[in-house]
């Protein structure tokens, strides 16, 4: 069983940067294609952006051209790249797969950005 947990939060003034990583346990991982998702209290959790198990990449709106998701399968690691920062990244970011069935979630990194 795969698990996943989440790290490189924190607090960033608005135009900063961070880099978020995920560790994945168990074999299975390199087969999945894999996301980084955000969620707001309140509200739905949104996929933000996917990576194949090839490397083919694809974002939201909200932030391409911002953000750049990339993998080593070798490591069991996925990790997001976010520059200019906005005050609307704010959020907890979880990373998953994006097909079912996913894996367990992990307990997220909480992204602050101030304005």
């Known amino acids: 069983q795969v698990q996943l947990v989440e790290s490189g939060g924190g607090l960033v003034q608005a135009g900063g940067s961070l880099r978020l990583s995920c560790a994945a346990s168990g074999s299975i991982f390199s087969a999945k294609a894999m996301g980084w998702y955000r969620q707001a209290p309140g509200k739905q959790r949104e996929l933000v952006a996917r990576i194949t198990s090839g490397g083919s990449t694809n974002y939201a709106d909200s932030v391409k051209g911002r953000f750049t998701i990339s993998r080593d399968n070798a490591k069991k690691m996925v990790y997001l ?3 200019s920062l906005k005050p609307e990244d704010t959020d907890v970011y979880y990373c998953n797969a994006v ?17």
């Open 81 to 83: 790249q976010m520059n």
């Open 99 to 115: 097909a079912y069935p996913l894996f367990g979630w992990g307990q997220g990194t909480q992204v602050t950005v101030s304005s």
